[in-house]
């Protein structure tokens, strides 16, 4: 994605890019070395929000199948380039929506509105009902969305175990008095805090890396300690940017079925993934993004099948695509 040319309107980035693909030797499937989780494993059972619930902070909780986050009418315009016209669409709680498009449709610009990032310069973005207005990067974690990045974004020079500790440390309420002194409070938060960013590394295959360094990790594991890091952050919503960018087809297939296992753990996914495939395979409902506007949306059997959704990824006229 092309620097930006608008100021940002969250906090600094602090995060130090990790390796890229190609800079970091990719994970191999199969190995044994970098084992995904097996659903199945009774001891990876995590449940979102277990130390805060989202009502402990002021926010409402909405039931199984409810609007969870709306984008309504979404213009963002960079100088001449309108990344977003007129987007509109919502994510049900419980359901893995896909956000699908060629190359510069406009999705991570979504993500970027939906996450404080951007200011829309026309339309709303609204959570639980409300609209997200001037919120802050931080201010919408708190509140419940978490997402993990195209190029990866980790504390290269911490551990995997501290890159998960700085996520579940967005919900702590003691301040640094309390962590002077120690304070019960504080010792009782600290290790909850701990017990949970070894929870979130075991649920994602990485406990055994606890103490390494994330810049020392290979390629698969920085993708998975970041999804750990958002899970941290105890969210409703779990956005991830190409989760599978770098991945071979056996670790996209174990990947799809960590993310339905993030699903049945009770978190939202929304999911920007160029692998059709993996997007088919695992999503609920895809909304189709070209050059800034919705051009589709429904099942991915209707997606499929959908002439103007094959016209823009074959860059043919939608008639000659039908
Ligand atoms: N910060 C920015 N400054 C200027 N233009 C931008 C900025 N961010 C995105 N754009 C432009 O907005 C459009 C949408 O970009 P975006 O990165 O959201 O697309 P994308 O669908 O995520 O693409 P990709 O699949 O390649 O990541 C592109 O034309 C891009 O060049």
């Not at 084992?35 to 902070?57: Q, W």
């Not at 500790?165 to 008095?177: E, F, K």
């Not at 409070?185 to 979130?200: I, N, P, T, V």
Request: hydrophobic content about 40%; glycine content about 10%; proline content about 6%.
């Amino acid at each position: 994605m092309p620097e930006p040319t608008q100021p940002t309107t969250g906090d600094d980035e602090t995060t130090t890019p990790a390796a890229s693909p190609a800079a970091a030797p990719a994970t191999t499937a199969g190995a044994g070395e970098h084992r995904l989780a097996d659903p199945a494993d009774e001891v990876t059972e995590i449940n979102p929000g277990v130390d805060i619930a989202p009502e402990d902070i002021g926010v409402p909780v909405v039931s199984e199948g409810e609007r969870l986050l709306e984008v309504d009418e979404v213009t963002l315009r960079f100088g001449g380039v309108v990344a977003l016209n007129e987007v509109s669409f919502h994510i049900n709680k419980g359901e893995i929506l896909g956000l699908i498009g060629p190359n510069g449709a406009g999705k991570t610009t979504c993500f970027n509105v939906m996450t404080g990032v951007y200011q829309p310069t026309s339309g709303a973005v609204r959570y639980l009902g409300k609209p997200l207005g001037k919120r802050k990067k931080f201010q919408i974690t708190k509140l419940g969305i978490a997402r993990t990045f195209q190029n990866i974004r980790l504390f290269a020079n911490m551990t995997a175990l501290e890159n998960v500790l700085v996520g579940v440390d967005a919900h702590h309420t003691t301040g640094v008095v309390s962590a002077m002194f120690r304070l019960p409070k504080h010792r009782k938060e600290e290790s909850q805090g701990y017990a949970r960013a070894m929870e979130l590394l075991t649920f994602m295959g990485l406990d055994g890396k606890a103490d390494e360094l994330a810049r020392n990790l290979p390629y698969g594991d920085q993708r998975r300690l970041e999804i750990a890091r958002a899970l941290a952050t105890s969210p409703q919503l779990l956005c991830l940017d190409e989760p599978a960018a770098g991945f071979n087809p056996a670790e996209k297939a174990k990947l799809m079925e960590l993310i339905r296992t993030i699903r049945d753990q009770g978190y939202t996914v929304l999911l920007i993934e160029h692998d059709m495939k993996l997007v088919m395979g695992v999503t609920d409902r895809i909304v189709v993004l070209e050059f800034g506007r919705k051009i589709a949306e429904g099942s991915p059997a209707e997606i499929r099948d959908n002439p103007a959704v094959i016209a823009a990824y074959l860059g043919v006229d939608e008639e000659d695509a039908s």
